[in-house]
Every structure is written in structure tokens, then in C-alpha cells.
């Protein structure tokens, strides 16, 4: 229960309460935590006490308020960390997820022109294309595209993916050195194709990837551009060290 000489304020200690209920799984994602009115009576508080603690959680991310239906414990958002060149399937496996592709399309053609200037080939150089909708657990994350230079993948359009990572396939298949990757990240908005596909809704928030992957002679091979429910997934990344300022300490 509550600690009322303490002087950590009551919102702060019944938010950890909440907090430590959902870390320990007695209220997991997708459940509902109890109306108002009842916890209200199990801790004797007041309701702005409740309603601030709940508006708090709702802030960190751990909850969602629905209107006309109450309080649920948020599905945990998907972090891919940006210090490892890792594969979407990867990341999702690794958080003990099952990742599946619902549609795939494997062509070969022109790439347009902004994918062929980060590839430096030439614009009427054919790349070969995948563009796939991976899910996580059956719900639908991410619209992925990818632009590999043909010649890294020969054979590939015709022989299909024999597994859910493209990476795997590019390093066992075709013997390809994956040495580094360039990502930009920004924020846009659903249109009514990504609305639809990634069911959300028209206007949600999503992130767009685009990475530039090179081989071990430091070449770009692939392009990758991916757009993901911004609801469901974050970037993680870790920073070191400070650049040096031209006189510093004098």
C-alpha cells in the first residue's frame, strides 16, 4: 500500500505501484488496468491522485487510454539498436518475436534515380528489387524495400528467399561480407496505402528508414527503405565520447 509519511507524493507512489504490476506481468500488454472509481477505493486516494498517476504512465509509454472503453496496458514498442547491422527479421526473432512476410514481390529493374545515386550506378543499371510487409506476431509492422545491385545476387529474382532474413540469405547464398550501414531516420505521416496496409490510420505517425549497406571493399550493394508503425517501433542508439572544442580548458 501507500506510504502516507513519506514524502514522495501519492501520484509518484501509486504510478511505481502501476509500473511494478505491469513489469511483473499482473497486468500484461493488451489488459485492462481497474476503472478509476476502484482504485481509488483500494488505495484511498483521491481521483485526481489516480488520474495523475495513470496520465503519467500513459506519458512513459507503458499505457493507453481509450476513450469510452478505459486504461490498457501498452503493447512494448520494438527497438532495433543502430550499433549492429542486423536484419529486420533478426531484431524481431531476438526480442523472442515471430516475424513473418505477408506480401513479396522479387523483381529485377531500373531503380529510381535517388536509390541509384546512393548505389553510384548507373540510372539505367537494373537492381534487383524486394519489396515485402514483415509482421511481428501477426500484426503488421513495417513496408520494406529493397534495392540490391543484381550482380551481388545473381539468380536471386528466379530462386526466391529461403529464409525471413535477407541478410542471411545475402551472407550464406551469395558469400557476400556485410561491413557497414549509413541509416537516416525521420518522421512522416501514414497515407492511405500505409494506413491501410499497416492498419493504422491515415495521418499516423511513422518512421522511414533509408539504409546504405557496403561490402568489405566499401561498396554500396543494397538500399534499403523502410517505413514502420511509429506506435510500435524505436531506434535505439549509443553514443560515446565528446568532440573536442579548439581551446577547450584555457
Request: charged share 25%; aromatic share 8%.
Amino acid at each position: 500500500m501507500l506510504d502516507r509519511q513519506s514524502p514522495v507524493p501519492l501520484y509518484r507512489q501509486l504510478k511505481d505501484t502501476l509500473r511494478q504490476w505491469i513489469e511483473n506481468g499482473v497486468y500484461r500488454p493488451g489488459d485492462a488496468l481497474p476503472p478509476e472509481p476502484t482504485l481509488e477505493a483500494q488505495f484511498d486516494v483521491s481521483r485526481i491522485t489516480v488520474r495523475q498517476a495513470i496520465i503519467d504512465l500513459v506519458q512513459e509509454g507503458l499505457l493507453v487510454r481509450e476513450r469510452g472503453r478505459g486504461t490498457f496496458v501498452k503493447e512494448p514498442k520494438i527497438t532495433q539498436n543502430l550499433n549492429q547491422i542486423t536484419s529486420w527479421a533478426e531484431t524481431i526473432m531476438a526480442m523472442g518475436m515471430t516475424a513473418k512476410t505477408v506480401e513479396c514481390r522479387l523483381e529485377e529493374t531500373v531503380p529510381p534515380v535517388w536509390v541509384a545515386r546512393l548505389l553510384d550506378i548507373d540510372p539505367d543499371q537494373h537492381v534487383t528489387v524486394l519489396k515485402r510487409v514483415r509482421y511481428a506476431n501477426d500484426e503488421p509492422m513495417c513496408i520494406m524495400t529493397n534495392y540490391i545491385v543484381s550482380r551481388y545476387v545473381p539468380g536471386l529474382v528466379e530462386e526466391g528467399l529461403s529464409s525471413e532474413s535477407l541478410y542471411e540469405v545475402i551472407e550464406t547464398r551469395f558469400n557476400v561480407v556485410l561491413s557497414r550501414a549509413e541509416e537516416t531516420v525521420e518522421a512522416v505521416v501514414a497515407d492511405e496505402y500505409q494506413a491501410k496496409t499497416l492498419k493504422t490510420y491515415v495521418g499516423a505517425p511513422l518512421l522511414s528508414v533509408t539504409r546504405v549497406t557496403y561490402d568489405h571493399n566499401e561498396l554500396p550493394f543494397e538500399v534499403v527503405k523502410a517505413v514502420s508503425r511509429g506506435d510500435r517501433y524505436q531506434y535505439s542508439a549509443t553514443l560515446t565520447g565528446r568532440p573536442r572544442q579548439s581551446g577547450a580548458g584555457k
